[in-house]
């Protein structure tokens, strides 16, 4: 009965620890992805957990499982009761139909119920195998050290936070490689170990743990490895992390040096001198940028485009320009001008937006693609330096909350620094104005190469503030916008491309540039209420192309006219509610990112299905593998080889050694069963062999294995 107890506190262990590993790798999904109710795989995982470790018949286990995979389905996608039959048949017919998308490689296709479903029925083997890892083979450490990866590549590569759950992952793995280490030496030298071996253990890994936490621990070798990774790959890679400048995703750790790339990204026939934009960003980490608010991509009128960066400026309107794209990589987005009104082009496609970042794409048939060349309509602005003087408050709730925001951890000399730059100016236009000139006439200088990189406890501004005082084009936007910040001005960050390199005027008098990676370039705006978002320059040797004149007043009326706060507050509350609401309908995840998840998860539920029943068949294919390499392929057969084929398939035979039955008396029963006398004979000389030297008895071997081959014949139909 003790024994008994013991067995089931270890298992009760196991099994306990094994869910949380599995649960590491659920936790990142709303992160990382638009995943929506993922406790729902989290519930189905610890039940799949719980029917293992209660030991029910497979004929009750199996259905409970699949009834329970059926209600959380039913619960996500469909309405009414769960008892009613009816979506039972709409159930079936996607699985059909998706199934058949599913063989002819039709991935796109496949339904978020459907791909909820492999995924169910992925986290059902997953914890089938996890089980069998830790009840029946003891060993557990490959599946571990995976999930310890998995956590680095993701805390690595994406905006996932991953430094709790190491630890945690660390936790669990001491304490289940030391409980399978004693369940295996309990069981290989019939140790009796009790229960409470346990507390010693837990309290060892907690010693470990609170000494390497608190221990000293040296600096990061490599500043920022994913930059490290891409110029090593590119073989750009001399001694230190050097990236290639160009247009990148990932912005949340900025730093670091770069070489110029000439690499053409698109050529543009200009009328007038303007930055090309991509995209901006709101959220600084304090080591760099991310977008905290993921709106679905929403069709737009290629014919009437408004972006909403101003509300009321005056402008040259109907301005025309052609690009040609030459070389865009990985990134097939539209590059235009502040005051974008159309795009036109020859090929049928849709022009999607990302409402929060001002992101263009072009879409075909449901794909992304990149135009090979297209033509642009907007509106050049003519800012008013009179009418921002006047625009010096009234910003509304939304504008604060995204776009004033600032770590909770930022130095407070940042903040002095920026009411000493500003401490005689009175209006937002002329605090704006002071921290762009305020780099030119304090000694910051634009560097590429020797560019430091913040250390993990420094902030990345105020390193570059007051330690270098040495970056490019990231470090002097980055650093105006924290400024803007610390004084309650809403400013956001801002990427694309500057002007280019002029090559010739055409003949109509415009001017061809071509635009390079080494032109990518980031830049500042801030929000002027009244009026929108106006662009700011603060990068030495940067010259802002916009037109900001004292002439150009919007007339009284305009101003007065400008859309209510409390309305654009309104406005983009209900556009919030809504893109919540949207990504709350959708209920899986796997979309937005470039990783192929789907052929991937695809290829990993049927590797995972045939992985687990190979295990759980073991003993009826592998007797059959081993007669196969020794009849065909003539592989010489192994002691272990030899015995383990003939076990088992005596085994499958119904033959099975009992409990306290020894070898001998084994084989006299065998001999028995088969009529035969070849398995006692082996036998007799397996007992020499196992007390002598095997070089030396090579003759009585190959009688071992004349005797073997002549009993395989006899158990095998």
């Given at each position: 009965m003790t024994n008994h107890r013991r067995f089931n506190l270890s298992n009760i262990v196991l099994y306990l620890l094994g869910f949380i590993l599995i649960w590491e790798w659920l936790r990142p999904l709303e992160v990382v992805t638009d995943t929506a109710n993922s406790i729902y795989f989290v519930i189905f995982t610890a039940i799949c957990f719980i029917l293992y470790f209660l030991k029910l018949p497979f004929l009750l286990s199996m259905p409970l499982r699949f009834i329970l995979l059926l209600y959380i389905l039913h619960d996500l996608f469909f309405e009414g009761s769960f008892l009613e039959i009816s979506w039972l048949y709409s159930f079936y017919e996607d699985i059909v139909i998706n199934t058949g998308a599913l063989f002819h490689s039709q991935w796109f296709e496949m339904s978020d119920l459907y791909?909820?479903?492999?995924?169910?029925?992925?986290?059902?083997?997953?914890?089938?195998?996890?089980?069998?890892?830790?009840?029946?083979?003891?060993?557990?450490?490959?599946?571990?050290?995976?999930?310890?990866?998995?956590?680095?590549?993701?805390?690595?590569?994406?905006?996932?936070?991953?430094?709790?759950?190491?630890?945690?992952?660390i936790i669990i793995g001491f304490i289940m490689l030391g409980t399978l280490q004693m369940l295996r030496l309990r069981e290989k030298e019939e140790v009796k170990i009790r229960s409470y071996w346990l507390v010693p253990l837990s309290l060892m890994v907690a010693l470990a743990l609170v000494i390497g936490l608190n221990s000293p621990k040296a600096g990061p070798q490599w500043p920022d490895p994913v930059p490290f990774l891409k110029s090593a790959a590119k073989g750009e890679f001399n001694g230190r992390s050097v990236n290639k400048i160009g247009y990148g995703i990932d912005d949340s750790k900025l730093g670091g040096a770069f070489i110029n790339d000439d690499t053409t990204v698109?050529?543009?026939?200009?009328?007038?001198?303007?930055?090309?934009?991509?995209?901006?960003?709101?959220?600084?980490?304090?080591?760099?940028?991310?977008?905290?608010?993921?709106?679905?991509?929403?069709?737009?009128?290629?014919?009437?485009?408004?972006?909403?960066?101003?509300?009321?400026?005056?402008?040259?309107?109907?301005?025309?320009?052609?690009?040609?794209?030459?070389?865009?990589?990985?990134?097939?987005?539209?590059?235009?001008?502040?005051?974008?009104?159309?795009?036109k082009t020859d090929q049928n496609v849709q022009v999607l937006m990302e409402r929060f970042s001002g992101k263009l794409f072009t879409e075909k048939n449901?794909?992304?693609?990149?135009?090979?060349?297209?033509?642009?309509?907007?509106?050049?602005?003519?800012?008013?330096?009179?009418?921002?003087?006047?625009?010096?408050?009234?910003?509304?709730?939304?504008?604060?909350?995204?776009?004033?925001?600032?770590?909770?951890?930022?130095?407070?000399?940042?903040?002095?620094?920026?009411?000493?730059?500003?401490?005689?100016?009175?209006?937002?236009?002329?605090?704006?104005?002071?921290?762009?000139?305020?780099?030119?006439?304090?000694?910051?200088?634009?560097?590429?190469?020797?560019?430091?990189?913040?250390?993990?406890?420094?902030?990345?501004?105020?390193?570059?503030?007051?330690?270098?005082?040495?970056?490019?084009?990231?470090?002097?936007?980055?650093?105006?916008?924290?400024?803007?910040?610390?004084?309650?001005?809403?400013?956001?960050?801002?990427?694309?491309?500057?002007q280019g390199d002029f090559l010739k005027v055409l003949n109509d008098d415009t001017k061809l540039y071509?635009?390079?990676?080494?032109?990518?370039?980031?830049?500042?705006?801030?929000?002027?209420?009244?009026?929108?978002?106006i662009p700011f320059e603060?990068?030495?040797?940067?010259?802002?192309?916009?037109?900001?004149?004292?002439?150009?007043?919007?007339?009284?009326?305009?101003?007065?006219?400008?859309?209510?706060?409390?309305?654009?507050?309104?406005?983009?509350?209900?556009?919030?509610?809504?893109?919540?609401?949207?990504?709350?309908?959708?209920?899986?995840?796997?979309?937005?990112?470039?990783?192929?998840?789907?052929?991937?998860?695809?290829?990993?539920?049927?590797?995972?299905?045939?992985?687990?029943?190979?295990?759980?068949?073991?003993?009826?294919?592998?007797?059959?593998?081993?007669?196969?390499?020794?009849?065909?392929?003539?592989?010489?057969?192994?002691?272990?080889?030899?015995?383990?084929?003939?076990?088992?398939?005596?085994?499958n035979k119904g033959m099975k050694i009992q409990g306290g039955e020894t070898l001998r008396e084994y084989a006299v029963r065998v001999d028995e069963y088969l009529g035969t006398s070849e398995m006692k004979k082996i036998a007799g000389i397996y007992e020499r062999l196992l007390y002598s030297n095997f070089d030396e008895k090579a003759e009585e071997w190959d009688a071992v294995v004349e005797l073997w081959e002549k009993l395989i014949k006899k158990i095998l139909p």
């Open positions: 791909r909820s479903f492999l995924f169910l029925i992925l986290l059902w083997v997953m914890s089938y195998l996890i089980h069998y890892w830790l009840i029946h083979a003891k060993r557990i450490f490959g599946f571990y050290l995976l999930t310890i990866i998995y956590l680095g590549v993701l805390d690595t590569f994406t905006k996932y936070d991953a430094g709790n759950a190491i630890v945690r992952t698109f050529t543009a026939e200009v009328k007038k001198a303007h930055y090309w934009r991509i995209e901006s960003k709101d959220y600084y980490t304090g080591k760099g940028w991310i977008i905290t608010e993921s709106y679905p991509k929403t069709i737009i009128d290629k014919n009437y485009i408004d972006l909403g960066i101003f509300e009321n400026v005056t402008k040259e309107e109907n301005i025309s320009e052609k690009v040609n794209v030459k070389n865009v990589g990985d990134h097939p987005h539209i590059a235009y001008p502040l005051g974008l009104r159309a795009l449901g794909n992304e693609i990149q135009l090979d060349s297209y033509e642009i309509v907007y509106d050049h602005p003519l800012f008013s330096i009179e009418a921002l003087k006047l625009a010096n408050g009234g910003d509304n709730a939304y504008i604060k909350e995204f776009y004033a925001q600032l770590p909770e951890n930022l130095p407070i000399r940042v903040k002095d620094l920026a009411k000493k730059i500003t401490e005689n100016k009175a209006t937002r236009y002329e605090k704006a104005k002071a921290i762009e000139s305020y780099f030119a006439a304090n000694g910051f200088t634009y560097e590429t190469k020797n560019v430091a990189v913040p250390n993990e406890d420094q902030d990345y501004v105020d390193q570059f503030l007051f330690e270098s005082k040495k970056g490019y084009c990231d470090n002097f936007s980055t650093s105006m916008i924290v400024l803007l910040r610390s004084l309650d001005i809403p400013a956001r960050w801002v990427k694309g491309y500057t071509e635009v390079k990676n080494s032109n990518a370039h980031s830049w500042v705006e801030v929000y002027f209420p009244g009026i929108g978002w603060p990068t030495q040797g940067f010259s802002d192309p916009n037109v900001f004149t004292e002439n150009t007043v919007p007339p009284a009326t305009q101003v007065d006219q400008a859309e209510d706060p409390q309305n654009e507050q309104k406005k983009q509350e209900e556009q919030k509610k809504e893109s919540k609401d949207n990504k709350k309908n959708s209920r899986f995840f796997l979309n937005d990112l470039n990783i192929p998840f789907k052929e991937i998860g695809i290829f990993a539920v049927v590797a995972a299905l045939l992985a687990g029943l190979l295990v759980k068949f073991k003993t009826k294919w592998y007797p059959y593998w081993i007669i196969m390499n020794y009849r065909i392929r003539k592989k010489k057969l192994e002691e272990k080889e030899v015995f383990d084929t003939l076990f088992l398939l005596l085994e």
